[in-house]
């Protein structure tokens, strides 16, 4: 934190663990949805970095202090005045560069040994959308998903095509396997010997990273990036860079990020379901997210984080973390992983 | 038409053009809707051949005799006690041999002079999704669809992680140049030239092709097949192997295939949205297909077939054609190309 203009808020924050909500309580999240409505922050960003079994306690102050360092870098942005859209990329970029998160470095290896990086961004305002899935060698997949929406007539390239149009637009290249990781290596070992077992899965894919926002004038945005899960098929794309299954944004009721078993979310439009359930059930945001992971989709299948357009936050999950912060303009400054 | 056991019921069929229905007319509309679900048909199969421009008069029987065609295969299959699911999986895999649509053999070309060939399926039953996008040897991409959704833990699979799946699959397989048809390649020659001279579109991508269906058990599906767009970059993926986008199934509300601007179903989630339309704003599924095409999208932007649970049928579109047909088990067998 090098700016003097968010120390304030930033010392004033206590970071409060239960505060930072999860799903189920119902009146509570209602309670305070309807009080932000009173009179929304001027921006509000909230940011995940995956949901899944407990985590290991040696890396919890670790995920902590990754979703910290990616909530100041949003919130420097948003107080700044910069757009939803620009914090949210800023985040996830970030993200992408932290090798305990399961996007950028630090992904997970697909069955062939390999990565395959996924990556959306959708802006509220004018539903512009962005996504690349099974890059290879694109060290940040949101930023070329960002130039997809602005420098293409197209919401979705894939594979080598994807692999050509990073290389026309000149972003940086690593070798694949440039993202590996001891750890995430481990995992694939892993979860080969448990499928040979027939074991229950481990949730060893944990850590796909997300960033919804609302910025000052008004608009929302999310951003989701991810390595996908660990020991998937090459090619397997799964929700994050799907627009309206891991990631969405509408100015008229939210922006959502997802995490969670991606093929659930795709089946039941996860995303978009928030939004509408909004639109068309008259749900606030809380009782949307809260329907949509503690109803449509089934137990453990994962979290999502959103936020409304005026102001209100979600951030509900089933399974036993989601780790999460959430940061805005009135000096709330929160990290939570486990259930409140 | 081979089997005699359609044949009076084909006999008694008139085509008519005028009761296929169209966009707007939401009054005439609700009144089918609600004649349906007094009793619903035995089953019901709704097919389209793409949405766009007026099509060449020297085409437009050979696009009505595919669209039969497909009808009567699918017909055959329910009338008999067929899944909806085999049902639209049948049709569109003729459809994507035909070279006058643009899936399958016949699909149009990218930037790069060559083909990518996206798909899905569905199961309203229990949500099961399969697609497939970007795929460059498969002969038919439905297919390989229906065995990603049957055969892997996955909804997706792209590019060359989807060719892998094709190969140990052994389904079959065709140069990319199989795929080649004279008309298509001077669409992209004409579509090239009219981007030098920033001329309005040509609708040149014509042709997509989908089917959604209610079978007996009262089970719905749907199926999308498509080249995507002509001068497409290579790696884009539109919104027909989408769901939720291009390709949707509940059988609590309906089933639909898109055809249109994918880029624009995509930001829209447009599939899903005439679903939810109805599952939390009440409305019928005419109204809901409606206000997806007539309200939601841009004029121009596409049109759309459903089904519903209760067996009303709607066929919206804001282009100057749709290529589409309905039969059911009472006899009706209308096959339709512009408004009415």
Redo the contacts between chains.
């Keep these: 934190m090098r700016r003097p203009l968010l120390a304030p808020l930033l010392l004033l924050a206590p970071i409060a663990c239960r505060s930072a909500g999860g799903g189920g309580g119902g009146a509570a999240a209602d309670g305070r949805a309807q009080r932000q409505q009173a009179s929304r922050p001027d921006w509000v960003l909230v940011v995940h970095g995956g949901s899944g079994k407990r985590l290991d306690p040696d890396l919890e102050p670790q995920y902590r202090a990754g979703v910290e360092a990616a909530m100041r870098r949003g919130a420097e942005q948003l107080e700044r005045g910069g757009s939803s859209l620009d914090a949210v990329e800023a985040v996830v970029s970030l993200l992408e560069d932290d090798p305990l998160f399961n996007a950028g470095k630090g992904a997970v290896f697909t069955h062939a040994g390999t990565h ?1 990086l996924d990556a959306a961004i ?1 802006s509220g305002r004018d ?3 962005g996504a690349v ?2 890059l290879r060698t694109v060290r940040h997949p949101i930023r070329l998903a960002r130039l997809v929406m602005e420098r ?14 990073a290389t026309a637009m000149g972003v940086e290249r690593v070798d694949n396997s440039w993202f590996d990781t001891p750890r995430r290596r481990r995992q694939l070992e892993e979860e080969i010997e448990r499928q040979h077992r027939q074991a229950a899965p481990t949730g060893a894919s944990m850590g796909t990273v997300g960033a919804v926002a609302l910025d000052r004038a008004g608009h929302l945005a999310a951003a989701t990036s991810t390595g996908g899960t660990t020991n ?7 929700d994050s860079p ?4 891991g990631t ?1 944004a509408d100015d008229a009721s939210c922006a959502v990020s997802g995490s969670g078993k ?2 659930q979310f ?4 996860a995303a ?2 928030v939004s ?2 909004m639109a ?2 008259g749900r606030t945001l809380a009782q949307a997210a809260d329907d949509v992971i503690g109803s449509v989709l089934r137990p453990d299948d994962g979290g999502l984080i959103a936020v409304g357009s005026d102001g209100s936050v979600a951030m509900p999950f089933s399974t036993e973390v989601l780790v999460r912060g959430v940061v805005d303009a009135r000096g709330r400054f929160e990290v939570a992983i486990g259930h409140p």
Tied chains: 1, 2.
């Design positions: 395959e959708m539903r512009a959308a899935a099974a293409t007539p197209h919401v979705l390239l894939v594979g080598e095509g994807a692999e050509a149009f998937k098929l090459p090619g397997r794309v799964g799907l627009v309206g299954a969405w991606g093929e795709i089946r039941h439009a978009a379901r509408m359930l068309y059930g």
